[in-house]
Structure formats: C-alpha cells, structure tokens
C-alpha cells in the first residue's frame, strides 16, 4: 500500500496542479454562466449574441473575427497568440514578485507601486540616454537594471518597516503603491523635472510619454515576430521565462532560498537557527519588488507600448494586482507562474474579443479571474477532496484485487489539462 | 474654517464607519481585507438603487413640491439597500473563512478584484460607459439638506453652527455618526458584544462556554459587510455626486490605517478618521482652502506641488503607523481559522 500511496495523484505537486486547474474551470464555468444570465436578462442581446459571448469567454483566444456572413469564425491566430505572449511577460514577472513574497509569508500586494516605479526609472534612462553617444543595446541594459533597481528600492521599504518597525506589509505595500502613484505623476507632469518625455510629437495625445523606439531603445524580437506574426511578441517573454528559472533555482536550490523559506515557515524558528529573520525580510521585498520593476521595464521597453502618466494616480496598473492572481493559481511555484501567466495573459486577450466582437465587455474575465483567486484561498479544501476522492476509488480498487490503482489516476488528469492547454501550448512553444 | 470642517467631516465619516466595520470583523476574529471590495460594491448597491427608482418616477412628485420629508427618506432607503448588499457580499468572505478554513488574506484580496470587475461588468452594460449616475438631476438637488428647508431666505444667516452643521450636509453623515455610536456602546456594553470579542480573542475558551464561535464570527463579518456597503454608498453620495465608478480610490485600505492606529478601539479610531478626513480634505481642495477667511488661500500659496499634497495621507499614514506600531495590539486570533479540535 505504501508503493500505491506515491503514485502520481497521491504527489504533492500534482495535487496543486489539479487544484488549480479545478478553480480555473469553475472560474471560467462561472464566467460563462454571468454572460447567460446577462444575456437572459437582457432584451437588447438575444440568443444569438448570448451563444457568441460563451464561446468567446471559452475560445476567445482562438478567435478570428466574424467572416462575410458575420457568423463568429475560429481557428489559429497568431496575432492573437503572440500578444498573449507579449502581455504574459510582465504578468509574469509580477507573479514571481508575489510568490517569492509569499514563500517568505510576506503577502506583497504592493506590487502594483513596485512596478510603477519601475516603469518610472525605465522610461527615464531608457529616453534621456542618448543614443548617439551610448550604444542602444546598452541603453537597453541600463533602462532595465534601472527599473528593476527601481522596484527593489521601493520594495525595500514595507520590507525595512515590517522588519525593524513591526508595520504590518499589507498595510504598509498599499501606502507605498499610492504614494508612487503620485510620486510616479509628479516626476512626469508639467513643470516637473522631466516634463520633456512628455509626448508632443505626435500632436492628438496628451499626457502620454515617448515609447522608447522614439530614442532607438526597444527589446530585440529574437525571431518570435517569425512564429506570430502582426503581434507584438518580443525577446522579453523569453527573458521572463529565463527569470522564472533562475528564481526556481534560487528558491529550491540555494542556501540563500532555504533561508528565506524557514523565515517564511517560521520566523521565530528561524531566527532561533541562526539566519538573520530580519534580512532576509528585507532582502525577499527587495527581491519582489525587483521582479516587479523587471516586469515594467520589460512592458515598457517593448518599443510599441506607451505610458499614460496622468492616469497614474487616479489608480494602479492592474498588472501588479494580476500578479497576486498569477502567483496564486501557481500556487507560489516559480515554474507554474509561467504557465499561469500565459492564462491570466490569455484571458485578457479573451476580454478583447468579447469587447471587438460583442455587446459585452472585457471586465467579465477580471471577474473570472477573481473567482479564480477567490477559489485559491481555499486551495487546501480542493487538494483534500481531491485526496478524499482518491483515496476513496483505491479502496475501490483494492476490493477488486484485479485492477491497480493507477487507472483511477488518468480520468482526472486527462481531462484536467483540456482548458489549460491553450497556456500550456503558449508557454512550449515560446 | 466653515468649509474645512464641512469638507472633513465629509472624508472623516466613511471612513470612521468602514474603520468601524473593520474592527467588528478583526474583533470576532477575521481579517476582513476586503473592506475596499465591499464599499466599491455598497457604493454600486445603492446609486444602482437610486438610479432605477428615479427611473419609475415615484418620487417626481416629491422633487416637484418640494417634499424634503420624502427624499431624504428616499435617500435613507438607498443607505439601507446599500448596507443591505454589502452583508451579502461579505457572506463569501465570511463562507470562505469560517466554513472553509481559507486564508483570510487571500480570500479578501479576491473579493477586493471581484467587486470592481463585476461593477464594472454590469455598469458597462447598464449605462454604456464607466461611470453609474443618477438618472435624473444630482446629489446636491436631491439629497442635501438646505438652509431653505428651514425657512430660511437666499441671504440669511444661519450663524456659524448653522451654516456649519446643517446647511448643505448630508443627513447620510448624522446616521453614520449616530450609529458610529450606537454600535460602539453595543460592542462594549453588551453581551453580544463582549462574546463578539472574546471569539477574536480565545475562541477555544469562548467555545468551552457554549458560545458558538461560527455564528459570532459570521454576525461578525456581516455587521462589517453593512458597515462597509453604506460606507461606500455614502462616500459616493458625498464625494462623487451619487455615481459610482468601480472605485473608491483606496478608502477601503485607508480605513484598514484608520483602524490600525486607532488600535482597534471605537473613540480612537474616531480620532484618527478626523485626522485622516483632515488630509484628504487639503489634497483634494487645498486651493480653496481659506483657513481663517481673510481671502488668503494659504496653502495653495506655499507653492507646494499639488501632488505632495494628494501623497500626504498616505505618508503620514505611514509614518504614524511607524511610531504607534510597536505599542498596537491586534486581537490575538484575529486571521487564524478557528478549529474546534485545536488546542
């Protein structure tokens, strides 16, 4: 029995992966409900648009328009599948920020201040260095090392606060996401020290700063712009994915990621051990708040993507909040982060097509996704039905000394990947 | 002076009663996180609410004669709708933390991304646009007490208490006080109340004497799911002209400050919402703020950016915070699922 209990669904990591593959299905069988009942509801929608919004919350992403008949058409579409690479990269990048957190118990939803801090410092190295006098490639390095130094200074803060002031880091993260909103509009507006990124030369925009191809600065395509062409994929997903394995093997691999997880298991413990509980708080926000602003520079570096400054302060860039959704579905593991940034991405994607395509908008998937993170929370009560239902069907089997109890495992796991593969197949293929 | 304490009183309220609301949730043992998704929610609730009766054309006639008496029973409806839903829609946190055993954490940060997608969702199907106004007319003509309601002229004097307290307030801000009150004393003077804090406190003792723990932290978080609703509703009434926008730019997370260096008690956390009302109130209107009415407007002639100003809550926040922490003291269990078979 015990050789039986070590079979691929009695693992701890395929429980997180079922578990999280559950609440994506409730979550986006929820969605699709919303859409029926609104169109139910709703006289000026009908049948016909109701069946569309349903297919396009599940298969959006494979959506390509309406044909001649304007009847909804489907199939592989490569502008949409690149730009679902090219959202994932910062959504990546800020899921890592909150997992690396949270695997210290630290929850960092300041990530939203991190990464405007970053978008900040890239945007201003990335446009005051003239590229006639410094190489671009070396622009590029230095706009992003700004930015993610940027974000690991601003995270330091609910880190040195939590650490030596005993502040409370939910508390403090959210004081220093408002505070950069504001600090963040205060450097770009008029009158202000670099009122000279503003954009005027293209004359219908207002409070929008250059995109950084207007100094030659942007992330080389590494060939992706072949693979998915008319998207605006580039080198960054790649760079991110790179990030997220050098964040695992820091994590799993490291002493440096050892000790910080024992402060997250117990920090009192931890501290009776020997490792420094107060610096390795200090040190995971920094880390965080690094990734954060890793994630900004690499939005913002793409060249083509602009940044609305005024809007800064009115509120904050939905990619920080998105990563604590990215890091929880993932379950806080490094690698999983991709996969479910490539989701999380693929849902936004699914939100264009509802508001291209039909009456409905594209809130409806910041709907699934906070169910889907409502559902995280109670991960554990998932993974214990899941062991329930398991351990039940090996009993099962165990009556019938015939059948092994491996068979029990496929119907779950076979069935399970269907929906995540659409992130799954993104994520291969990068 | 008049419009410095009119315009803080306005911040102060909706603040010192979802500050409130966090504390009968963190006494009874829940971290209610969510308290920005449940305003952004009751806020909804209740302009959505206001919205469509003005749209039957019941209360036309009133408006038309001028019937105060009516609207601002109107009005109180509206409150009592919006409080109404934010129960409800704090029964998920309450479900997901009491039954379920999940982390509080979590489940209020989901519940702060659901309130402004589902809003959003549906104000973009019902108006067309980002923003739910009321149908007809504005907060002002509507809701807001006047000085002609009793009896006097355009160019009366009302006397500085008057033109103070009861010209062009909102009697949404007396209710939220006089409750403000009321629940205070029934948390402190009542045995529901003494019960509601020992379960924050020791639940496993509180359990050994036949309360039940469930119900005390779900009525717990329920009363804190009303507070937060009305506050949301009455902090659009006051602030945003009745609208509602899928946001409440931060106050949610605010009141959680509030609460926090009010050290989870009643009269301090009154303390510290007029002093974080008195804040907001300069960022937001520190141009015409006329401190001791000699027509000088001080503060916007310090030449001090405006956006320091707008930063200014929140820093102080912090920095306050940075000297009350060390002495702060949470409820014991505040955030830990309570299990009966734990010891």
Redesign the interface.
């Known amino acids: 029995m015990k050789e039986n209990r070590s079979g691929l669904l009695a693992r701890d990591g395929t429980k997180s992966v079922l578990a999280s593959l559950i609440s994506i299905i409730i979550g986006m069988a929820v969605g699709a409900v919303i859409v029926v009942l609104v169109g139910l509801f709703n006289p000026g929608m009908g049948l016909k648009t109701m069946w569309e919004g349903v297919r396009l919350v599940l298969f959006g992403l494979f959506s390509t328009g309406r044909d001649a008949a304007g009847s909804l058409t489907f199939g592989f579409n490569p502008t949409n599948m690149g730009d679902m690479l090219f959202r994932a990269t910062p959504l990546i990048l800020t899921g890592l920020s909150v997992a690396v957190a949270y695997k210290t118990g630290l929850f960092n939803i300041g990530a939203p201040g991190q990464y405007l801090m970053g978008t900040a410092a890239t945007l201003i190295l990335s446009l005051s260095i003239p590229t006639s006098v410094v190489p671009a490639p070396l622009v590029w390095v230095i706009a992003f090392a700004g930015g993610a130094l940027a974000g690991a200074l601003w995270g330091c803060i609910p880190g040195l606060v939590k650490a030596f002031l005993n502040i409370n880091e939910v508390l403090a993260c959210i004081m220093t996401n408002w505070i950069a909103a504001n600090l963040v509009t205060w450097i770009f507006d008029n009158g202000s020290l670099f009122e000279n990124l503003q954009n005027h030369v293209e004359n219908t925009k207002t409070a929008y700063i250059y995109k950084t191809s207007f100094n030659g600065v942007e992330t080389s395509k590494m060939g992706l712009d072949v693979i998915f062409p008319n998207s605006q994929v580039n080198g960054g997903i790649l760079i991110a994915i790179l990030i997220a394995v050098l964040m695992y093997i820091l994590m799993n691999k490291t002493t440096l990621g050892y000790e910080l997880k024992a402060c997250g298991a117990n920090r009192h413990a931890a501290r009776y051990a020997g490792i420094s509980d107060k610096r390795n708080i200090v040190l995971s926000m920094a880390i965080a708040g690094a990734l954060s602003g890793a994630g900004a520079s690499l939005y913002y570096l793409a060249g083509n993507t602009e940044f609305y400054w005024i809007s800064a302060y009115q509120s904050l860039p939905a990619t920080g909040f998105n990563g604590i959704a990215v890091a929880l579905l993932a379950v806080c593991n490094p690698i999983g982060v991709i996969f479910a940034g490539c989701f999380m991405s693929m849902l936004d994607i699914v939100g264009l097509q509802l508001t291209n395509l039909t009456s409905y908008n594209e809130y409806i998937t910041d709907v699934i996704i906070a169910i889907i993170v409502y559902l995280s929370a109670f991960s554990l009560v998932i993974k214990l039905f899941i062991s329930g239902g398991g351990r039940r069907r090996r009993k099962a089997a165990a009556v019938k000394p015939a059948a092994s109890p491996e068979p029990a495992a496929p119907p779950e796991g076979g069935g399970g990947p269907a929906p995540d593969g659409d992130g799954g197949k993104g994520g291969d293929q990068a | 002076m008049t419009f410095l304490i009119q315009q803080t009183l306005i911040y102060a309220v909706p603040l010192m009663i979802v500050a409130l609301a966090g504390v009968f949730a963190e006494r009874s043992g829940i971290i209610n996180?969510a308290l920005e998704g449940i305003m952004i929610f009751g806020a909804f609730s209740g302009v959505l609410f206001v919205n469509l009766v003005q749209r039957t054309g019941m209360f036309d006639a009133a408006k038309a004669a001028n019937d105060y008496l009516a609207l601002q029973g109107f009005e109180l409806m509206a409150m009592a709708v919006a409080a109404i839903m934010g129960a409800i829609f704090s029964l998920?946190l309450s479900f997901?933390s009491v039954n379920?055993?999940?982390?509080q954490?979590?489940?209020g940060?989901?519940?702060n991304?659901?309130a402004?997608?589902?809003v959003?969702?549906f104000i973009?199907?019902i108006a067309n646009q980002n923003t739910l106004q009321m149908y007809t007319g504005d907060a002002g003509s509507w809701f807001m007490i006047k000085k002609s309601m009793f009896g006097y002229g355009r160019s009366d004097e009302m006397g500085f208490f008057g033109s103070t307290f009861i010209d062009k307030t909102y009697i949404a801000t007396y209710i939220c006080i006089l409750l403000f009150v009321v629940l205070s004393i029934l948390l402190y003077k009542t045995r529901f109340g003494l019960r509601l804090r020992s379960c924050g406190e020791n639940p496993q003792a509180a359990d050994s004497l036949g309360i039940n723990v469930y119900k005390t932290r779900y009525a717990g978080t329920t009363i804190s799911g009303a507070l937060a609703g009305l506050g949301g509703f009455v902090y659009a009434l006051t602030t945003a002209n009745c609208a509602a926008t899928g946001?409440v730019?931060?106050f949610g997370?605010l009141a959680?400050?509030v609460m926090?260096f009010g050290n989870w008690k009643p009269l301090n956390i009154a303390g510290a919402a007029l002093l974080f009302g008195l804040f907001k109130c300069v960022a937001a209107s520190y141009t015409s703020i006329d401190i001791n009415g000699d027509g000088v407007f001080l503060l916007a002639q310090l030449g001090i950016?405006g956006?320091?100003y707008?930063?200014l809550p929140?820093?102080v926040?912090?920095v306050v915070?940075?000297f009350t922490?060390?002495k702060s003291r949470a409820p014991k269990a505040e955030g830990i699922p309570y299990d009966k078979g734990k010891r």
């Open positions: 996180l998920l997901a379920l055993k999940a982390d954490t979590i489940g940060t989901a519940l991304l659901l402004p997608a589902l959003l969702f973009r199907i946001e730019a931060g997370f959680l400050a926090i950016s956006h320091l707008r930063m929140y820093l926040t912090l915070l940075a922490s060390k």
